[in-house]
């Protein structure tokens, strides 16, 4: 185990972030709190209670999956994508480090500054309303998991895209649809019958739910088939992160 | 050199066809030496990127083995890559980072534990440590190169890889270079280094290989190569010019230049009769007397272009 080669790729993350503080923490602070004035003061105060819960703390865990979803995906994308264009992957390449350590250092840093984001996202929703977390751990261990997972879906964008636009399509396309969608700022039922079957496709459905749950106890599905589906996800990144690898997918000729 | 001493590095058969089919190694065969130095000479497009790539593990071999102190590349690739650091041809960097933090991940993305004073000793000898903390796009093009260098020494590799080290590269930089290439050569590193231009690989190298189109036409000791194919020419300045070459010296193939004031004998320094006494002694013979004589050796550009040209005839060469 190249423990020193996983440290160095994990600092080198952290530091890019350190140094982009506004883009990653002071931005979706402000988008969150936009959130809670525009959807929960404006549009909550007539909704009132969502499942017995206020619409204002209805949408946190909601909130909180979007800017996991999309933090981690930007983060792990650019942070391997960058290398490769500017060149500095050939270091990387020629390192002793295997496909495994790559991985848990970028993926890890990715997933650890997601992590914080989604903490940073809780408190700040703390200022707006009165919060309630059943199952802390359980809350914990959604966040770190969609964290891990979709910085590692992210990883594999940004070593598959070979252009800025590949990059940043995917989130804007796929996973603000998605989170939208899947159940963020509403409940299902409040859905026409149709729409409610469509979004039981939608993979971002279950990690709402769980970690809604978590919160308030109320889910659209069972809460261990939100976490067996987190968990299949994350198995299936993984398993295409190790055959991009083995066959040097796009970075090793 | 003990010659019974295990390579360093042992190339077999490695072939690289890229993915669209061109083929930019054929069958290299080498082995290397610990504390050689050894130049990779050969024109752009030749394939020595290619196969210090393919060594490094940036590339992946078709078909082939190579070993780096006994450890194949692939299997045991923890182990050969930290004996490797290497020195590319482009100047990539981070822009942004630091030249003290960019160091510190190269040392660390290598394996090896910190260790400030080695990186400190890295970045004197090559006139860094004042810009230790400066960001890397301050740097100039001749400073970041030292960089890379550094970047590369800074897991105290056994094996340097230097890939055109001085291409865009000005006098000063390039005689540190060579001084650094010497230290580490007195601290037994190997290295690798790969060159376009003749003079630098004659300069600095113990052994020369020359490589063009894929192929390792031929490897030698430099000295060896030098004057295996080394033809030298005695110039001899005439006292008085002459209009043409007298009859009776036409065996030996003189050329007479600088409007008749000057002769040229090449002769071949391996033969055993070079027919210098002889010749001097027929000139003597025909009257003609000179004021000065020198020898030149036939450069290694000529060699070089021979060696080319040779080796494409052989694979154009009509059948017999
Ligand atoms: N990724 C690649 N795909 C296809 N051909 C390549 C690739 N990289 C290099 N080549 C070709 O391989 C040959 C050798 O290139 P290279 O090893 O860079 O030569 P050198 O370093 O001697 O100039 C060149 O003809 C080059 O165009
Ligand atoms: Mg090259």
Redesign the pocket.
């Known amino acids: 185990m190249n423990f020193y080669g996983v440290m160095a790729i994990y600092k080198f993350e952290m530091a890019r972030t350190g140094r982009t503080l506004i883009q990653s923490i002071v931005a979706p602070v402000i988008t969150t709190s936009l959130y809670f004035i525009v959807f929960g003061a404006a549009i909550g105060s007539r909704i009132q209670q969502v499942e017995g819960v206020s619409y204002g703390a209805f949408i946190v865990p909601g909130l909180i999956m979007l800017n996991l979803l999309m933090n981690s995906i930007s983060n792990a994308s650019f942070g391997i994508y960058f290398p490769k264009f500017v060149g500095t992957v050939y270091e990387m390449l020629s390192a002793p480090i295997s496909t495994f350590e790559v991985v848990l250092g970028y993926v890890g840093a990715a997933a650890t500054k997601s992590v914080l984001l989604g903490l940073i996202i809780l408190a700040t929703a703390a200022v707006f309303i009165d919060l309630q977390i059943a199952h802390p751990v359980i809350m914990m261990l959604f966040i770190v998991l969609t964290a891990a997972s979709f910085s590692l879906l992210g990883f594999i964008l940004g070593i598959w895209a070979d252009n800025f636009e590949k990059l940043s399509v995917v989130p804007m396309l796929l996973v603000t649809p998605l989170v939208f969608l899947g159940g963020s700022f509403y409940s299902t039922d409040m859905l026409p019958p149709f729409w409610q079957t469509v979004t039981l496709f939608n993979p971002v459905l279950y990690l709402v739910s769980g970690l809604r749950w978590s919160f308030y106890e109320i889910a659209e599905v069972n809460v261990l088939v939100s976490l067996a589906s987190i968990v299949a996800f994350m198995l299936v990144c993984l398993g295409i992160v190790y055959y991009m690898f083995r066959t040097g997918y796009k970075l090793r000729? | 050199m003990d010659v019974a001493a295990e390579p360093i590095l042992s190339i077999r058969n490695l072939n690289k066809t890229?993915?669209?089919g061109?083929q930019?190694l054929k069958d290299i065969n080498l082995d290397i030496h610990k504390g050689e130095i050894i130049a990779l000479l050969?024109?752009?497009?030749?394939?020595?990127?290619?196969?210090i790539?393919a060594i490094c593990g940036i590339v992946r071999p078709s078909s082939g083995q190579v070993t780096v102190a006994g450890f194949d590349i692939v299997k045991d690739f923890r182990k050969t890559r930290s004996l490797i650091g290497l020195v590319p041809?482009e100047l990539t960097t981070d822009a942004f980072e630091s030249v003290w933090s960019t160091l510190a991940f190269s040392r660390g993305l290598f394996g090896k534990a910190p260790d400030a004073a080695h990186l400190e000793e890295v970045l004197r000898a090559l006139s860094l440590w004042d810009k230790k903390d400066k960001k890397i796009l301050t740097l100039s093009g001749g400073m970041k190169r030292r960089l890379m260098i550094a970047k590369a020494l800074s897991h105290q590799p056994s094996i340097l890889f230097l890939?055109e080290p001085t291409a865009g590269v000005d006098v000063s930089l390039r005689k540190d270079m060579w001084n650094i290439v010497n230290e580490l050569k007195d601290e037994e590193v190997t290295i690798i280094l790969?060159t376009h231009y003749i003079e630098e690989a004659e300069e600095i190298a113990d052994r020369i290989g020359i490589?063009n189109n894929?192929e390792l036409i031929l490897v030698q000791e430099k000295a060896s190569l030098m004057s295996k194919l080394g033809k030298k020419q005695l110039h001899l300045d005439l006292a008085a010019g002459i209009d043409s070459i007298p009859e009776q010296l036409s065996p030996y193939k003189l050329e007479l230049t600088s409007e008749g004031n000057r002769l040229i004998y090449t002769f071949d320094t391996q033969s055993e009769h070079t027919g210098i006494t002889a010749l001097l002694d027929d000139l003597n013979l025909a009257g003609i007397r000179f004021r000065d004589l020198n020898t030149t050796q036939r450069s290694l550009e000529d060699i070089f272009v021979n060696l080319v040209n040779e080796s494409s005839e052989e694979n154009t060469g009509a059948p017999v």
């Not at chain 2, 050969?42 to 196969?51: C, D, I």
Request: glycine fraction near 18%; avoid cysteine; charge should be negative.
């Open positions: 000729v | 890229y993915a669209d061109f930019a050969g024109p752009n497009g030749a394939g020595k990127t290619t196969l790539s041809q890939d790969t490589i894929g």
